[in-house]
């Protein structure tokens, strides 16, 4: 079965540098949601999209930006890289049905900041 | 505020012993969703259980089984006889609902499961 793509898996920045990551959601689901995991942390809640809409933000920095597009794939957009970015970065998505879905996690970006 | 207390960070136990991973929650919600969450080694978020508010039916799957008590308010997971292949970072995650559409999850801070041959 189709699951979560991300793209990279691996990127490496320097400090200042921008970035963009991108998630195709799991086919006909229309919530995408992104998630920071730092190391030996649990993954915090960044932002999500319903139907190309933010639904939804959390601790995301104003230096973070992201959006969902018609076809239903995500980019979250990070500028003026620090080096407490160094993350491994989520995208899950779930298909939105008035119950608490079941999110399906894509492998995840890890960003290196140097 | 929603919460995951998930109190064990590390537990290290030996091929073919039972593990059971506690994790209790907070929230003020009436409707909500309980998951859990494996992260092995290679760093993906692998689902392994929802489990519904107002379920508390206790549910088995293979090895595994979960049981939820909404009166202290845990969603423990057993693992029954131990693989080395069990070793990874199990996550207790909570889901607040919005009207309508999606879910966020709130995540505790995982327990490190180390199974040794």
């Known amino acids: 079965a189709a699951g979560v793509i991300q793209s990279p898996r691996h990127l490496i920045k320097e400090k200042r540098e921008t970035a963009t990551l991108k998630c195709y959601p799991i086919p006909r689901h229309d919530t995408v949601y992104w998630y920071q995991q730092g190391p030996g942390q649990d993954p915090q809640f960044l932002i999500s999209f319903y139907e190309k809409m933010q639904s939804d933000k959390g601790s995301i920095p104003d230096r973070f930006s992201a959006q969902q597009f018609s076809d239903y794939h995500s980019e979250l957009n990070m500028s003026s890289l620090e080096l407490g970015d160094s993350a491994l970065y989520f995208c899950?998505?779930?298909?939105?049905?008035?119950?608490?879905?079941?999110?399906?996690f894509g492998s995840g970006t890890q960003l290196s900041v140097l | 505020a929603q919460k995951v207390t998930q109190a064990q960070t590390e537990i290290s136990v030996v091929e073919k012993e039972d593990v059971t991973l506690d994790c209790v929650y907070e929230?003020?919600?009436?409707?909500?969703?309980l998951f859990w969450y494996k992260q092995p080694p290679s760093g993906e978020l692998v689902f392994l259980i929802r489990?519904?508010?107002?379920?508390?039916q206790n549910e088995i799957s293979g090895r595994y089984s979960w049981n939820f008590q909404k009166s202290t308010s845990s969603f423990n997971f057993t693992i029954t006889a131990s693989q080395v292949v069990d070793s990874a970072v199990y996550f207790c995650?909570?889901?607040?609902?919005?009207?309508?559409?999606?879910?966020?999850?709130?995540f505790g801070k995982g327990i490190t499961l180390s199974v040794r041959p």
């Open positions: 899950a998505s779930s298909h939105s049905g008035g119950e608490g879905e079941k999110l399906f």
């Open positions: 995650a909570l889901s607040e609902l919005f009207t309508g559409a999606n879910s966020k999850l709130t």
């Open positions: 489990r519904n508010s107002f379920d508390e």
């Open positions: 929230t003020r919600d009436t409707t909500y969703y």
